[in-house]
């Protein structure tokens, strides 16, 4: 009898063993990563064509020397937006280069101010049509950049604010 209760106690002793071995490996993985500073400027503005001449400016440090970094709008949740799945929330914005001090700035390029923050339709001559345009609403968007090689990651807060009334 007692050596059947010791293989039970060995059994429950190898199978915690297991789990705790198991549990302390996995929790390596799910550590966070290394956070980059991000900033956007103007952080607050409204949609309109200014936005052509003088561009939001997304800048950023802490990132690796010389990397790739991808800018995404984060969408709210249950958000429908034109060639991007349901499931989908990230879109991406912009793109910068880090230097070798693991700094960079860019630009929120035109074409990304068409097709996510305005949402124009495309004429067959690949024109803009404004007239299918339907601009995502004001809010508070996560804007997220993170590192291809690194995967480290800045995050910001984008405020698109209503546009002023029109006087009459």
């Known amino acids: 009898m007692n050596k059947l209760r010791f293989r039970q106690n060995l059994r429950w002793v ?4 297991f789990i705790m071995f198991w549990l302390t490996s996995c929790a390596g993985i799910s550590k966070p990563k290394p956070m980059a500073d991000l900033k956007i400027e ?8 200014a936005l052509f001449k003088k561009p939001v400016t997304i800048s950023g ?16 949740e249950g958000f429908k937006m034109k060639g991007i799945g349901e499931d989908e929330r990230n879109v991406g914005i912009a793109t910068g280069n880090a230097g070798a001090d693991g700094a960079f ?20 001559m690949l024109k803009p049509d404004f007239k299918k ?3 995502i609403p004001p809010g508070s968007y996560d804007v997220i ?17 209503p546009p002023p009334k029109k006087k009459k």
């Open 14 to 17: 190898l199978i915690l063993s």
């Open 42 to 49: 103007p952080a607050q503005f409204f949609l309109s064509p």
């Open 61 to 76: 440090s802490g990132f690796k020397p010389n990397e790739l970094v991808i800018i995404e709008m984060v969408l709210p």
């Open 105 to 124: 700035k860019t630009t929120v390029k035109p074409t990304a101010v068409l097709n996510w923050f305005f949402q124009v339709g495309w004429t067959p």
């Open 133 to 135: 345009a339907k601009p």
């Open 145 to 161: 950049a993170t590192g291809m090689d690194s995967e480290i990651f800045g995050q910001a807060v984008m405020n698109i604010i």
